[in-house]
């Protein structure tokens, strides 16, 4: 039981800090927020992730790149162009870490308009840091596992983020149905998002990148959204009109 608590907490609260700070407010700027709340959820992102974390930057350019892309030879995770998923993340992995490096060039319309901590990602981007993470889920497994088979779950730990997008990008534009007609082949996997939080609502995503609300038909639901209105209510963060026009 504790296992199973401790991999849905680790689960929901790195799809969070992907799907809340990365995707909505650092590649979409669906929402501000000061400089002490953005530097609080870069640091919360990190931690839920641990060791897969995400930098901020190259996740926001190649998010950009991918709706510019979509679905064509150019987008950097299309499901529509490798036989399995292992080779779209090692393609993504590629795309990624050549923005991480500063190797491989975009066009200046992807950049800019992100968060860049320098300081806290040579902490959050060492290695060594990143194997400690590891080693903590395994110490964690070795004292609270009771049965051998939960030990499989570690994997995931390890590679939480690039799993939560491996999903997203694979069955979200593969399986499912369309609201919209648009010019890629994204679906709507979920009428109701509760396992990826609102991500599996890629046709409405594609159809309006700006608008926090996932969902688009009344039998949709976007878990992410109410959190988001709370937060506006509290002045954490604060909503853009494009971000909530209907």
């Known amino acids: 039981m504790i296992i199973l608590v401790f991999f849905l907490l680790h689960w929901y609260l790195?799809?969070?800090?992907?799907?809340?700070?990365l995707h909505r407010y650092s590649a979409h700027k669906m929402f501000t927020m000061s400089k002490f709340?953005?530097?609080f959820f870069y640091i919360f992102a990190w931690v839920a992730?641990?060791?897969s974390y995400l930098n901020a930057r190259a996740y926001a350019i190649l998010h950009r790149m991918h709706?510019?892309?979509?679905?064509?030879?150019?987008?950097?995770?299309?499901?529509?162009?490798?036989?399995?998923v292992f080779s779209m993340m090692v393609h993504t992995g590629k795309i990624y870490n050549g923005l991480l490096k500063g190797t491989l060039k975009v066009d200046d319309r992807f950049e800019n308009n992100y968060p860049v901590y320098p300081k806290i990602d040579k902490i959050a981007d060492n290695w060594m840091v990143r194997i400690g993470f590891g080693l903590a889920y395994v110490a964690f497994y070795?004292?609270?596992?009771?049965?051998?088979?939960?030990?499989?779950?570690?994997?995931?730990?390890?590679?939480?983020?690039?799993?939560?997008?491996?999903?997203?990008?694979?069955?979200?534009?593969k399986y499912g149905y369309r609201n919209f007609n648009e010019a890629d082949k994204s679906?709507?996997?979920?009428?109701?998002?509760?396992?990826?939080?609102?991500?599996?609502?890629?046709?409405?995503?594609?159809?309006?990148?700006?608008?926090?609300?996932?969902?688009?038909?009344?039998?949709?639901?976007?878990?992410?959204?109410?959190?988001?209105l709370l937060l506006d209510k509290l002045h954490?963060?604060?909503?853009?009109?494009?971000?909530i026009a209907k």
């Open 14 to 21: 790195s799809l969070f800090g992907q799907t809340f700070y």
């Open 37 to 39: 709340w953005e530097k």
């Open 49 to 51: 992730q641990g060791s």
């Open 67 to 84: 709706h510019a892309y979509s679905d064509t030879e150019k987008d950097p995770h299309t499901p529509h162009f490798f036989k399995e």
């Open 142 to 173: 070795v004292v609270f596992a009771t049965q051998w088979w939960m030990f499989l779950l570690l994997p995931i730990h390890f590679l939480m983020g690039p799993v939560h997008g491996a999903i997203v990008n694979w069955a979200g534009h």
């Open 187 to 228: 679906r709507n996997t979920l009428f109701i998002d509760i396992l990826l939080l609102g991500e599996l609502f890629q046709n409405n995503h594609h159809h309006n990148g700006d608008k926090a609300n996932f969902a688009a038909k009344w039998w949709e639901f976007d878990p992410v959204y109410p959190v988001i």
């Open 236 to 243: 954490i963060v604060r909503l853009t009109p494009k971000a």
